[in-house]
Nanobody, 125 residues
């Protein structure tokens, strides 16, 4: 069984910074990619940032240049932990942020994806 545990959300003033972390646990042989999504009240969940096992990153246009996704381990070690450094936060970044892991190879075979429980980020103006 795969579990994603998130940490680091909270309340910050506009212009401030927060760092989110997500760690995958379980018997995991590989993870294709990990990412952060967010969902604001009344809106659809959207991709914020993603990193592949090879270290390729991608970002939503709205966070490009302000957010940075990174991994804990070298590229030749199983992707398990990711961080999202969020700088120059804006009120519109307020949302529940969810960690996601894609195509996870476990002892029982492949799991298409797994989600964390979500962590609240609130940016005050």
């Amino acid at each position: 069984q795969v579990q994603l545990v998130e940490s680091g959300g909270g309340l910050v003033q506009a212009g401030g910074s927060l760092r989110l972390s997500c760690a995958a646990s379980g018997t995991i042989f590989s993870i294709n990619a990990m990412g952060w999504y967010r969902q604001a009240p009344g809106k659809q969940r959207e991709l914020v940032a993603r990193i592949t096992s090879g270290g390729v990153t991608s970002y939503a246009d709205s966070v490009q240049g302000r957010f940075t996704i990174s991994r804990d381990n070298a590229k030749n070690v199983v992707l398990r932990t990711v961080h999202l450094q969020m700088n120059t936060l804006k009120p519109e970044d307020t949302a529940v942020y969810y960690c996601n892991a894609e195509k996870i190879l476990t002892a029982s075979g492949y799991v298409a994806d797994s989600w964390g429980q979500g962590t609240q980020v609130t940016v005050s103006s």
